[in-house]
């Protein structure tokens, strides 16, 4: 793999930073990721993999469906380099596969027949924290990664981590916006039921609202829809409105 150019870089970089902004679109930036990893480097393929809630890699984007097929393989059966880049946090380069069957005694041999003699590996990583790996392959034997390519794939990588780390940070804000929203609008239905149920019943508010709790958790119902009922259909709560 040749040295990249600041040209060629500094294009890259720039096309992944402009991806970060308006309109986000997470696959798209997935693919447009291992796309470019694979160019910037002239490799055979790339491939991503991210962490999900619970720890586990799954297989995101890949140049090609050769390289998702291999990747697959690697978390199926538990080994190869993305996974150790990823539990080590390290980068894994210039593995030539036909000499790495001891280290990954299944994925090596599944990855030649492939077609692919090399492979790289680069954690995604925002200080301790890391969210997956970026997997390139070769096409030909050793160590076909120049020194100086190393750490500029891994600054691609970094660059990726920051972006997919806000796009989950923005969700996590969206996810809870909605819930505040949601419980919002659910006591806004709940004062409401507890001034109709109120009037009916000629009782305080906070007696309605004991009785409304009182109701659900005897019917086994959601606050809230007893509360809706109460403002729609109160002949659908039979018990409630009795004095």
Request: aromatic share 6%; proline share 3%; net charge negative.
């Amino acid at each position: 793999m040749s040295t990249v150019s600041a040209e060629r870089l500094a294009t890259i970089f720039v096309e992944a930073a402009d991806t970060l902004v308006d309109e986000f679109d997470l696959l798209d930036f997935m693919h447009m990721l291992v796309d470019r990893a694979r160019s910037l480097v002239d490799a055979a393929a790339a491939g991503l993999m991210l962490a999900d809630e619970y720890g586990r890699l799954e297989f995101m984007a890949g140049s090609d469906d050769n390289v998702r097929l291999v990747g697959l393989f690697q978390i199926q059966n538990d080994q190869g380099p993305c996974l150790e880049a990823f539990r080590t946090g390290r980068s894994v380069i210039n593995v030539d596969l036909a000499s790495a069957t001891q280290r990954w005694p299944r994925f090596a041999p599944r990855a030649e027949e492939a077609g692919f003699h090399s492979v790289h590996a680069f954690p995604l990583r925002l200080r301790t924290q890391v969210i997956g790996a970026l997997n390139i392959f070769g096409d030909s034997a050793g160590g076909d990664f120049d020194p100086t390519d190393v750490p500029v794939m891994q600054a691609l990588a970094d660059v990726a981590t920051i972006g997919l780390m806000q796009e989950r940070a923005l969700r996590r804000s969206e996810a809870l916006t909605e819930q505040l929203q949601g419980a919002l609008n659910s006591r806004i239905i709940i004062e409401q039921a507890k001034g109709a149920l109120a009037q009916v019943l000629g009782v305080s508010v906070d007696e309605a609202f004991r009785r409304i709790r009182t109701y659900a958790r005897n019917n086994n119902r959601r606050l809230t829809e007893v509360s809706e009922l109460i403002v729609t259909d109160l002949n659908a709560l039979p018990g409630l409105a009795q004095r």
